[in-house]
């Protein structure tokens, strides 16, 4: 075999986000599910800027960024320790359906006060013919006694839509009282959100 039988490649680290130090930066990593390929092959990520949800993409060597939405429940306007940028991320999740459509959900959480709980609320966006959309406000149709937390999605057949998230009804206080939550699955399968409950938990909007 000849040395023309070889390609050079050179290879390029690129920096996008301080995890370890994020003290002061206004953009909190994503987790490593905010970015992804498109079935178009398009390199897409979703971070947060501040308060703003912002879609980006990969053109040759720059990244193109999209404003999506703004949402202040799980967010700052700065991040100044790696639990905020934490709970920051684990708020929204980006998705492609297998028609190559990017879909962003996150979550929020609404005080209801005639009923003296928290409604969870997700809210959907989906980029249609090049334009970020709101598609729904999805909302459980329950009231939890403190909100949710750690939202997951991912697509199914048919270009459907499958999340996960917990609540918390007992908030964990330290070592040895973790608390207790639910861990809730909803779908779009049969043309219409349905939420299933799939465990009791612990409180896991807290690490302890």
Avoid: C
């Amino acid at each position: 075999m000849t040395n023309s039988a070889f390609r050079s490649v050179a290879l390029r680290v690129e920096q996008l986000e301080d995890r370890l130090n994020p003290g002061g930066n206004t953009i909190p990593a994503g987790e490593f599910n905010w970015t992804q390929y498109s079935p178009t092959g398009e390199l897409a990520q979703l971070v947060w800027e501040g308060q703003t949800l912002v879609y980006r993409t990969r053109a040759a060597s720059a990244w193109n960024e999209k404003a999506i939405a703004a949402a202040t429940d799980f967010t700052r306007l700065s991040y100044d320790t790696r639990q905020q940028v934490e709970t920051a991320t684990r708020s929204a999740q980006l998705v492609f359906t297998g028609d190559g459509t990017p879909h962003v959900l996150f979550l929020e959480s609404k005080w209801n006060g005639t009923g003296n709980g928290f409604q969870t609320v997700i809210e959907h966006y989906a980029r249609v013919n090049g334009t970020w959309q709101h598609i729904e406000s999805i909302g459980a149709p329950w009231l939890s006694n403190w909100g949710p937390s750690n939202l997951v999605a991912q697509a199914g057949a048919g270009n459907t839509l499958h999340i996960l998230f917990t609540e918390t009804y007992t908030p964990a206080t330290g070592v040895g009282n973790f608390g207790s939550g639910i861990l809730w699955y909803g779908s779009n399968k049969t043309g219409s959100w349905q939420f299933a409950n799939v465990a009791t938990t612990t409180d896991l909007k807290q690490d302890v």
